[in-house]
Each structure stands twice: as structure tokens, then as C-alpha cells.
Nanobody, 118 residues
Framework: QVQLVESGGGSVQAAGSLRLSCAVS????????MGWFRQAPGKEREEVAT????????TYADSVKGRFTISQEKGKNILHLQMNSLKAEDTAMYYC???????????WGRGTQVTVSS
């Protein structure tokens, strides 16, 4: 059974930083398509960032470009999201996702809460 477990969330003041991590268990091969999503109360889920490990391509939502960096540890199913210059509007539950094919996500974590106070 594939499981994704996020960690690293918490409360931080605006302009601060947090680093989220996601560890995948139960899958014996390297997963080459992973991403971070977030959902704030009363809002729809938003794609934050993705990484395509085959073509070495990363994508970011416009709202986080230049502030967030997604990375996957080489050869491992461990994903990170470095979040700098955090804003109050970044407050949300952050979810890790993994896909067995580029462009689709098959597995999801339960989320880690990020709260940014202004």
C-alpha cells in the first residue's frame, strides 16, 4: 500500500520560511512525477508546484514563483518544498502527491498545516 506522509508544517510569521517534506512508502520504484498542492478554508485545492524527474522540469503557481522551490532527492521518493518570504495568503493545508505517469496524480498524503501570521 502506497503511503505519502508530509512533515514540516507549522506556524510562522510573515516573511519567514518553512521547509516541507514528503516521504513515500510502499512503492519499490522511483516515482518521477510529484507535486505539492494546498487548500485554504473555503477555497478550492490549488496546485502549488510539480516536478517531472524524467524531463527535469519544475512548475510553479504564479503566486509562489520566486519564493518556493520544489525538489526531489535524487533516486528517492522524498520530496521537499522550500517556502521563503511567506505571506498570510500562503496559509493552507499542504498536500503531497505522486503520479505514476507524467501529468496525473495517483497517490495523496493527508496534509500538513501551514499558518502564516501577518
Amino acid at each position: 500500500q502506497v503511503q505519502l506522509v508530509e512533515s514540516g508544517g507549522g506556524s510562522v510569521q510573515a516573511a519567514g520560511s518553512l521547509r516541507l517534506s514528503c516521504a513515500v512508502s510502499g512503492y519499490r520504484y522511483v516515482i518521477y512525477y510529484m507535486g505539492w498542492f494546498r487548500q485554504a478554508p473555503g477555497k478550492e485545492r490549488e496546485e502549488v508546484a510539480t516536478v517531472d524527474g524524467i524531463r527535469d522540469i519544475t512548475t510553479y503557481a504564479d503566486s509562489v514563483k520566486g519564493r518556493f522551490t520544489i525538489s526531489q532527492e535524487k533516486g528517492k521518493n522524498i520530496l521537499h518544498l522550500q517556502m521563503n518570504s511567506l505571506k498570510a495568503e500562503d496559509t493552507a493545508m499542504y498536500y503531497c502527491a505522486a503520479g505514476l505517469r507524467i501529468g496525473t496524480f495517483d497517490y495523496w498524503g493527508r496534509g500538513t498545516q501551514v499558518t502564516v501570521s501577518s
